[in-house]
């Protein structure tokens, strides 16, 4: 049932540090609501429980790209559509630009946002298996000041994060070295557009001469409580070739990493083995 | 849909009319447009951002105006259907394809199929099937399986001039 309106409060901040002050004084009263794409749907279903919001978009502190040597800073606000257009990130975060395009429709994609994708939370979000890969760090800021995590680390248990009531995500950063990896973006979903994944699978991997794998990065969402960097698998990896042995033995390890549910989108067995079959896929493209 | 007692004043721009609403902060931008200025052009399909019947401009971008909270629209320019056309003689060239090619048959996804026409060739001036195929992803039609209006789409393209 649709939600009454007057139960629900949504104010702008004039300013980040007047959105951060009122989160701290009523810690767990006030959210954050930026694009909407996620909120706005539960606010529709009478499902969005907290009644408190505060609307960020407009604020320029969690928004922005920004560049350094070292690392590509994505505003929090950053949408979709602008990880798409941006050059930098075509040429070294693929993974990533890949996942913006498979988000939703255009319209979506010019609404909903990299941090509202992370702070949702879901394990079935596009995003995070690419974050992953890419070993993404987390930024956050509070009144009392900021601090930053390693993305790897940020989802704790299902719908559970390292996040205080009192924080917003400010940025995301991504190191400048990966752009050397050969990379593999899938999502499995009912339809090709608009649909939200059965299974989503980013990949990396840096090659030797001789054609073994240096190290591979495997980042997997929709098979487990949260999204999942397949750690034991990509160990398995290390210093093999992409042969038909390698590739048997890191499947079944991936098959033992994985833990993924039967629900209305899919079943945990065509996951386990879709989650198999896109991981041989990518090995096998990695031969010469 | 909008009725309610904590109301918000909000000023922004639509179709080129400015506009000062007192509205809940959280009313959807859908109903705002369809129910206090009229605008029913503009429709409810799905309510959950997966048809793209409610597709509007908001600051040249196309969104679903279903997920849109009104707050968010202070200063913005908002632009609907009833707005693309410069005066009811003269169609836009992607509506006049529409019909042309019978990309219309309901009508409850034309206006937002139209609006995702208009933003896709003006970001991608030439499409492939494939552009155009991934452009009108996020609107749903349940009548006219797709081919005639991506037709329409094929000839608005063609013609000069395509502008929102």
Known sequence: MRAYLPDYDLRAPRTLGDALELLAREAGVWRAFAGGTDLMVLLEFGALKHRNFLSIRHLPELGGIEFTPEHVALGALTTYTQIQRDETMRREFPLLCAAARETGGIAIQN????????????????????????????????????????????????????MRADELLRRILLPRTTGDLKTYYRKVGTRKAQAISKVCFAAGARLAGDGRIEEARIGLGSVAPTVLRCTRTEE?????????????AACAILREEIAPID?????????ARVAANLLADFLVKLKP | MTEGTSRIDVACTVNGTARRLRVPAMARLLDVLREDLGLTGTKEGCGEGECGACSVFIDGELVNSCLVPVLQVERAEIKTIEGVSAGDAELHVVQQAFIECGGAQCGICTPGMVLAAISLLEHTPQPTDADIRHGLAGNLCRCTGYMKIFDAVVRACARAGVKA
């Open chain 1, 263 to 271: 629900d209305m989108r899919s079943t945990a067995q065509y996951r």
């Open chain 1, 111 to 162: 609404r909903g946002t990299l941090g509202g994708n992370i702070v949702n939370a879901s394990p079935a979000a596009d995003s995070p298996p690419a974050l992953l890969v890419y070993d993404a760090e987390l930024e956050f800021v509070s009144a009392s000041g900021a601090r930053r995590l390693a993305y790897r680390d940020f989802h704790i248990g299902y719908k559970q994060m390292d």
């Open chain 1, 236 to 248: 398995a990896l290390r210093d093999r070739a992409p042969d038909e042995a390698t590739i048997e």
